[in-house]
């Protein structure tokens, strides 16, 4: 880091401002104090990710990298570890989250950025925030105890399984696409809205037709960062999916995710199985970096657009 | 996990002095019994405590095989890998493993033969095994747990387990799914069965401690605590006091457990 040299204790000329040496000394301290938290919060990235890559990237000897991407059965009791299952039940239920957590979030956004009363706005917002705030071991419980005799009834199972992870899941996303899609139609240009009331458009037609075209990359990215919170979720999932590591076989029958089978297995795991484990993280890792990367697309794509 | 944080606290404060702490890990099943006696013997020894968790009998012998335990417990054997860690083994009780259902399940017995082909996914209505037509639900526990083990090997055999059955990763939440689940069957240790859950009958025999001191109900087994041989003097009191018959009497019966002297006393 290149810092200008100083000699005397006058004033320093630092751009075009004049600026006391005290001046110039707490400024300087700041931005390394800032650069430091940057580099800490890399760094833990970086770590973590050289963690886990080293203690699992030998599943590609064993059980090899082909029997553990396409294997069809996870069972540590018979040392096979196949993540396939563990995949499709991941993929189950964010998807299922989705369905139902996308719209009613957007909903929300919908009605906080264009419809309520600032009145309105200050109970509802505040209330979609809580959400956020509610530790997941109590989504969890509310899951087990509500949910799941609901569950039960409609399904014939036992109610746990894809369906009562799903709403629950539902409920936990909602906070982070509600939040982000609200800003993606607060940033569409007050000019678009104005004009298309002024051509007499209702306020149905100017959402439907005008705003959420015209934050649609916005919200795309708000949904895809919902699913990075779905696919990460474990604690309630736990609680409510039953975690039967088999392929999805209906909405009330029970399965296990990726991250579900980690929580499951990890205080007893050692060798293969362990290494395995840290398999699993690694996948995780990529799907969020995949899915980080998508939304960093996106935004350029819609810079560009602007 | 407070008994955790106080582990770790407790690990700070004492380094460089002497112990004054025995770590015991393990199985969900033994933790009435080592949570309670711990609790006594740390009344009666001032300055000295018990640190208890239970995570699983196949955590508690990887723990106390790592060094970070004192005492594993477990309620299974060892595996053939395990045998050669070279873990001293104290049995501290007898357990039967119950097959519960919902209290309202009017089937009151089943054999060996039909637990296990229930189990195995083969039978999945109960009016198969003379109940009513309903689903069965089957409860099973995730695969550190040693009830799961001794389960599988006395009633399984060969079979393996349905995959498709709910796995819970600990008693209580089995027991407490099965009495809110109509069709539910899962199993659960002796000790833990309460009311809100009916053990069936194997084989004609009901569970009890009359019939596995007997040797007639056949899923039983024996609950084990295992050390290393440089154990502390503390921790090695401790077992002697878990052995001694005002716990055995006392705290192993009000478990719900067999005192590990029950058989002895009838020759068996």
């Known amino acids: ?306 | 996990m407070a008994t955790l944080v106080l582990a770790l606290t407790l690990t700070g404060c004492s380094a460089g002095g002497e112990r004054r702490e025995v770590i015991v890990t393990g199985s969900t099943t033994l933790l009435p019994i080592s949570e309670v006696s711990g609790e006594m013997y740390t009344e009666s020894h001032d300055g000295i405590s018990i640190l208890v968790s239970g995570m699983g009998s196949s955590a508690g012998i990887e723990s106390v095989t790592k060094g970070s335990s004192d005492i594993g417990t477990s309620s299974r054997e060892l595996k053939d890998a395990e045998l050669e860690l070279g873990l001293e083994d104290t049995p501290v009780a007898y357990d039967a493993i119950a097959v519960i259902v919902h209290p309202d399940n009017p089937v009151r017995e089943l054999s060996t033969f039909e637990v296990r082909s229930i189990f195995a996914g083969v039978i999945t209505n109960w009016s198969e095994v003379g109940g009513p037509d309903l689903p069965i639900g089957l409860v099973n526990r995730d695969e550190a747990s040693g009830t799961r083990e001794a389960f599988s090997k006395i009633i399984m055999d060969d079979a393996r387990f349905d995959r498709g059955a709910v796995v819970l990763p600990g008693t209580g939440q089995v027991r407490s799914v099965i009495a809110d689940v109509e069709g539910a069957i899962g199993y659960i240790s002796l000790g833990f069965v309460t009311d809100d859950v009916k053990a069936v009958a194997i084989d004609g025999v009901e569970p009890s401690e009359a019939t596995v001191v007997s040797g007639d109900y056949p899923v039983q087994r024996v609950l084990h605590f295992f050390t290393k041989d440089d154990l502390s003097d503390i921790a090695r009191d401790y077992i002697e006091y878990v052995l001694s018959p005002d716990v055995q009497d006392t705290i192993v019966r009000d478990a719900g457990f067999i005192p590990i002297t029950a058989k002895e006393a009838i020759g068996g």
């Not at chain 1, 139902?100 to 505040?126: D, N, Y």
């Not at chain 1, 029958?253 to 484990?277: E, W």
């Open chain 1, 1 to 306: 880091m290149a810092e200008p040299q100083q000699t005397g204790s006058g004033p320093v000329k630092s751009g075009l401002k004049m600026m006391s040496r005290a001046t110039y000394m707490r400024e300087a301290l700041l931005k390394n104090l800032f650069l430091l938290c940057a580099i800490v919060a890399v760094a833990a990235v970086a770590l973590i990710f050289v963690f886990t890559t080293a203690r699992g990237w030998e599943v590609v000897k064993d059980p090899g990298l082909v029997a553990f991407l396409t294997g069809a059965e996870w069972s540590s009791t018979l040392g096979r570890f196949g993540i396939l299952p563990l995949v499709v039940g991941t993929l189950a239920i964010t998807l299922g989250s989705l369905v139902l957590g996308a719209p009613l979030a957007i909903g929300t956004a919908v009605f906080l950025s264009e419809i309520a009363s600032p009145r309105m706005r200050s109970i509802v917002r505040p209330a979609v925030e809580m959400l956020a705030g509610v530790p997941s071991v109590v989504y969890g419980f509310f899951g087990l105890v509500i949910l799941r005799p609901i569950a039960a009834e409609l399904t014939g199972g036992m109610g746990f399984g894809t369906l009562t992870a799903s709403v629950i899941l539902a409920v936990m996303i909602v906070p982070t696409i509600a939040t982000l899609t609200e800003d993606a139609l607060g940033s569409v240009p007050p000019g678009i809205r104005e004009a298309s009331y002024a051509m007499g458009a209702t306020t149905w037609q100017t959402i439907y037709k005008v705003l959420l075209p015209a934050a649609k990359i916005g919200i795309i990215d708000a949904t895809i960062l919902g699913m990075g919170r779905a696919i990460g979720e474990t604690m309630a999932v736990v609680m409510v999916a039953g975690n039967a590591p088999q392929f999805f076989k209906g909405l009330g029958a029970p399965i296990a995710t990726l991250t579900s089978q980690i929580v499951i297995d990890m205080s007893y795991a050692t060798g293969t199985h362990k290494t395995a484990l840290f398999g699993l993280a690694i996948i995780l890792f990529l799907i969020s970096m995949g899915l980080v990367a998508l939304v960093r697309a996106l935004s350029r794509l819609n810079e560009k657009k602007a």
